[in-house]
């Protein structure tokens, strides 16, 4: 495999790009979010997760969020707030398909 790719858990594999793409809507959509109030940030949600998915699939989401939701919760704690329920729409609407890729942990 490739330099600096991570196995993450049901064998999904992601690259330092992926990562540092994932890493900067969390670090952005928390700057953002500073000075909004809870439901713009809750409104907030839907285009960050398009942001993610112009970049990542949909099973690399889901695996770095499962990798770093715990840390993202105490760190990012309004990134958080935002990205979490589009987290369990990538899980509904895969839900059909019985992938644990896109199942949340």
């Known amino acids: 495999m490739a330099r600096g790719y991570e ?3 049901h064998d999904v594999w992601t ?4 990562a540092g793409h994932f890493d900067g809507v969390v670090q952005s959509s928390d700057d953002w ?3 909004q109030s809870s439901l713009v940030m809750l409104m907030a949600g839907p285009a960050a997760l ?4 112009n970049h990542l699939s949909d099973e690399k989401i889901i695996a770095l969020w499962n990798e770093s939701s715990d840390s993202m919760r ?3 704690p309004r990134a958080w707030s ?4 589009q987290m369990r729409k990538i899980e509904i609407d895969h839900k059909g398909e019985s992938d ?3 199942s949340l942990d």
Not at 15 to 18: G, K, L, N
Not at 50 to 53: A, E, F, G, N
Not at 82 to 85: G, H, V, Y
Request: glycine fraction near 0%.
């Open 82 to 85: 935002i990205l979490s329920p």
């Open 74 to 76: 105490h760190e990012f």
């Open 15 to 18: 690259s330092p790009s992926d």
């Open 7 to 9: 196995q993450h858990n």
């Open 50 to 53: 398009k942001t993610l998915r």
């Open 33 to 35: 979010a500073v000075n």
């Open 100 to 102: 644990v890729r896109y």
